[in-house]
């Protein structure tokens, strides 16, 4: 099992940055692959970025490219989604999510390929 725990959501002003954190344990994830997705009010949980673990390669939605980063830590105990330029449009709820699975990027676009979820954490932008 891996228990997932997100922080670092909370208000800010448009065009201001939030960097959420995504807190690992139980099971290692350092072989794994991490996800963020976002989900706003009425709405589908959307892709919003992913990291392989093994090799750090990332991918990102058309949505926050250029402006989201993520990264983890050399332990492999959290994961980071760096937000810079936010917009009102980026207020969700912000969840963070690994996979024990194997796939192309594409795969883990998708909710339903990942078997760990973290509680969620809200972010909201003012404009």
């Known amino acids: 099992q891996v228990q997932l725990v997100e922080s670092g959501g909370g208000l800010v002003q448009a065009g201001g940055s939030l960097r959420l954190s995504c807190a690992a344990s139980g099971r290692t994830i350092s072989n794994r692959v991490m996800g963020w997705f976002r989900q706003a009010p009425g709405k589908e949980r959307d892709f919003v970025a992913v990291?392989?673990?093994?090799?750090?390669?990332?991918y990102y939605s058309d949505s926050v490219k250029g402006r989201f980063t993520i990264s983890g830590d050399s332990a492999g105990n959290t994961v980071y989604l760096q937000m810079n330029g936010l917009k009102s449009e980026d207020t969700a709820v912000y969840y963070c999510a690994a996979s024990t699975s194997i796939g192309g990027t594409d795969y883990y676009t998708k909710t339903r390929n990942y078997n760990y979820w973290g509680q969620g954490t809200q972010v909201t932008v003012s404009s």
């Open positions: 990291r392989r673990w093994s090799g750090g390669v990332t």
